[in-house]
T-cell receptor, first 116, second 113 residues
Framework: EPEVTQTPSHQVTQMGQEVILRCVPI?????FYWYRQILGQKVEFLVS????????KSEIFDDQFSVERPDGSNFTLKIRSTKLEDSAMYFC??????????????FGEGSRLTVL | DQQVKQNSPSLSVQEGRISILNCDYT??????FLWYKKYPAEGPTFLIS?????DKNEDGRFTVFLNKSAKHLSLHIVPSQPGDSAVYFC????????????FGKGTKLTVNP
């Protein structure tokens, strides 16, 4: 069964360093998302991406964050200068239809980011 | 900002019995409601959904009920199986056409053999 894959599974970084989290969405999917879950908190929406551009972003997704689809398969989340509060599990997701229609997203296993 | 609330952080039931997971919401602009299941070290997996124009949706052992007047939905699992042990997230989408899913904090279900 096709699945969303994410790398790395766990990354430890120093505050102020740049981090890139990578995702390979399911191949025929058109909509891509990043969500995050701080330990003990809700899963929170960060950004959605369609047709090679951001379609929606949350207030969390400030100038320190960026997303890119550099080729036909990868979807990356970059955090330019990490802060302690960026420590979280970051989930990539993809879907065939827009999430606004049914909300049925396929999530990856997550990348745990620890900022020291 | 807790638009979707799951007030029970955990629930324990016996195998074969019914599991009832509850979710309350505050935003009347929600359009679709969904339940996701999450095992440790895995991402959330879509389980079942219901449109705001319906009050019940059934899929095998899983049934979701929506009470719009009470802004409440529930997920029933009958019969519960040990493999159902996971964290269950309630989520919702907005009528405004927003892409984002709004999640609750989750309820950890343990089904005891």
């Amino acid at each position: 069964e096709p699945e969303v894959t994410q790398t790395p599974s766990h990354q430890v970084t120093q505050m102020g360093q740049e981090v890139i989290l990578r995702c390979v969405p399911i191949s025929n999917h058109l909509y891509f998302y990043w969500y995050r879950q701080i330990l003990g908190q809700k899963v929170e929406f960060l950004v959605s991406f369609y047709n090679n551009e951001i379609s929606e972003k949350s207030e969390i997704f400030d100038d320190q964050f960026s997303v890119e689809r550099p080729d036909g398969s990868n979807f990356t989340l970059k955090i330019r200068s990490t802060k302690l509060e960026d420590s979280a599990m970051y989930f990539c997701a993809s879907s065939v239809e827009s999430g606004r229609i049914t909300g049925e997203l396929f999530f990856g296993e997550g990348s745990r980011l620890t900022v020291l | 900002d807790q638009q979707v609330k799951q007030n029970s952080p955990s629930l324990s039931v016996q195998e074969g019995r019914i599991s009832i997971l509850n979710c309350d919401y505050t935003n009347s602009m929600f359009d679709y409601f969904l339940w996701y299941k999450k095992y440790p070290a895995e991402g959330p997996t879509f389980l079942i959904s219901i449109s705001s124009i319906k009050d019940k949706n059934e899929d095998g052992r899983f049934t979701v009920f929506l009470n719009k007047s009470a802004k409440h939905l529930s997920l029933h699992i009958v019969p519960s199986q040990p493999g159902d042990s996971a964290v269950y997230f309630c989520a919702a989408t907005l009528k405004s056409g927003s892409e984002k899913l709004v999640f609750g904090k989750g309820t950890k279900l343990t089904v005891n053999p």
